[in-house]
């Protein structure tokens, strides 16, 4: 069964500091790929996104990802983060030619000023 | 667009009663999903629709949960009787086969279920 990885379960980081979160899927063929940001007390917000071409993604609030399709990762980055950042952040594959989106566990961020 | 609508947003109820929980999807979204969100299980899919037609149930914990989508722009999830366990934070997503946007699911604010 298709599986997403996210590694990380929770990170701490002071402000200013570099991010890089992973995600790891389990189906080799075809993929779109997503990010999903999840503030406290608030609902799954689209933070980026690929589905072909630059493997490089640039999303919202400085974020961006790069899709390897040999390492089978989608790993989200952002060079500096900031207190606002504190949130959830989920990682989801959608297989071709499947209806659903399968997401990771999760991973909490804390971001102290 | 308003995005997904879902009320309420918050409901407390008593062990036993009947709860239903409402979503509407965002205009000309053909695909309707219910999912359920809690600290010890996390995101979990719970039933999805196409055209208004239920394609995978599968994830409905067990008879007491129903989900129902009359038409394009609404759909309920129904818990009758309801049990502590219940409570967690149900969020609906649409998304469109179609466009620019395709495949991609865009989530509502939730409805966060207690029951005590």
């Known amino acids: 069964a298709q599986s997403v990885s996210q590694h990380n379960h929770h990170v701490i980081l002071s402000e200013a500091a570099s991010l890089e979160l992973g995600c790891n899927y389990s189906?080799?063929?075809?993929?779109?790929l997503f990010w999903y940001v999840q503030y406290p007390g608030q609902h799954l917000q689209l933070l980026l996104k690929?589905?072909?071409?630059?493997?490089l993604v640039k999303g919202i609030k400085g974020f961006e990802a790069e899709f390897i399709k040999s390492k089978f990762s989608f790993n989200l980055r952002k060079p500096s983060v900031q207190w606002s950042d504190t949130a959830e952040y989920f990682c989801?594959?959608?297989?071709?030619?499947?209806?659903?989106?399968?997401f990771g566990t999760g991973t909490r961020l804390q971001v102290f000023p | 667009d308003a995005g997904v609508i879902q009320s309420p947003r918050h409901e407390v109820t008593e062990m036993g009663q009947e709860v239903t929980l409402r979503c509407k999807p965002i205009?000309?979204?053909?695909?309707l999903f219910w999912y359920r969100q809690t600290m010890m299980r996390g995101l979990e899919l719970l039933i999805y629709?196409?055209?208004?037609?239920?394609?995978?149930d599968s994830g409905m914990p067990e008879d007491r949960f129903s989900a129902k989508m009359p038409n394009a722009s609404f759909s309920t999830l129904k818990i009758q009787p309801s049990e502590p366990r219940d409570s967690a934070v149900y969020f609906c997503?649409?998304?469109?086969?179609?466009?620019?946007?395709?495949?991609?699911?865009?989530f509502g604010p939730g409805t966060r279920l207690t029951v005590l």
């Open positions: 989801a594959v959608k297989v071709m030619g499947t209806d659903k989106l399968i």
């Open positions: 629709f196409n055209n208004n037609v239920p394609i995978d």
């Open positions: 205009s000309g979204h053909d695909y």
């Open positions: 690929y589905f072909s071409g630059d493997p």
């Open positions: 189906y080799g063929g075809t993929v779109n």
């Open positions: 997503a649409s998304s469109s086969s179609e466009g620019l946007n395709t495949d991609t699911q865009y």
